[in-house]
């Protein structure tokens, strides 16, 4: 698995402007409704999901990175995107710290695989300091693009 | 200093996704040990949610559970306990 698999580049948010964790959610959806990942009847179900998934305990894992997800039969494939935050979003997080990565994960409730799969690679990448740091940094889509093809080809991460 | 090392097999369909991860890592938390989860080379420290999800430990894997400390026994007990219960999740 890689983010080439499962990341919709035009969903790549490099400026999230929400201040709050809902904001965060709405951004991001509209991101992935944007981007063709979601369709627009669904958006509201899919919000929905990912808010009452959030309230069984909060996906900020901690170190200012958060991955909200759902499982949802609205999509047929594994779909995400990448939100940065360059102020910070108050997440719930277990270590109480603000969140400034996020990646959003919507995926078909049949295939649990698939999501491990996708937070293996993006939490392995994630415990790359420079990886992390390079991501807090990005000032365009762009530089996320970039940044995530270098993943992609082994430039960060835990092996 | 006590350390005690069990092996531990992944019990539920999902594997050691995010809100399990969470739940190991709040009851790690509970106690003064040092507490690592290996699978295979990797290893993860049981207070970090991002290391346990870098694991991608899925539903039969098999898992190394070292605890290092005055209060191993008891956290071994409480994690294994965990591991027993399937995180209250589906099979």
Redesign the interface.
């Known amino acids: 698995m890689k983010f080439s698999d499962f990341i919709l580049l035009d969903a790549i948010n490099h400026e999230i402007k929400a201040a709050n964790k809902a904001g965060v959610i709405d951004e991001m959806a509209q991101s992935l409704l944007d981007a063709g990942g979601i369709k627009k009847a669904d958006k509201d179900a899919v919000i929905k999901s990912i808010v009452k998934r959030e309230e069984?305990?909060?996906?900020g894992?901690?170190?200012g990175?958060a991955?909200p997800?759902t499982k949802h039969s609205c999509v047929e494939r594994l779909v995400g995107c990448v939100g940065v935050s360059h102020e910070g979003v108050d997440f719930d997080s277990?270590d109480c710290e603000k969140v400034f990565l996020f990646f959003m994960l919507i995926s078909p409730p049949d295939k649990?695989?698939e999501?491990?799969?996708a937070?293996?690679?993006?939490?392995?990448q994630?415990?790359d300091d420079a990886f992390c740091r390079f991501l807090k940094q990005s000032k365009t889509k762009a530089d996320i693009i970039t940044l995530l093809e270098e993943a992609d080809n082994n430039l960060f991460g835990?092996k | 200093m006590k350390k005690l090392l069990r092996s531990l097999v992944v019990p539920n369909r999902q594997g050691i996704h995010a809100r399990v991860a969470t739940m190991l890592v709040k009851k790690v938390m509970e106690f003064r040990s040092a507490v690592s989860f290996a699978k295979g080379r990797n290893t993860a420290d049981g207070r970090s949610v991002l290391d346990l999800l870098s694991l991608g430990a899925a539903q039969g894997d098999q898992l190394s559970l070292e605890v290092c400390g005055d209060d191993a026994a008891v956290c071994a007990d409480a994690l294994s306990l965990l591991f027993e219960q399937r995180f209250d999740e589906e099979a």
């Open positions: 069984l305990g909060s996906t894992i901690g170190r990175i991955v997800h277990l649990p695989s999501h491990l799969r937070l293996e690679y993006i939490t392995r994630l415990k835990s």
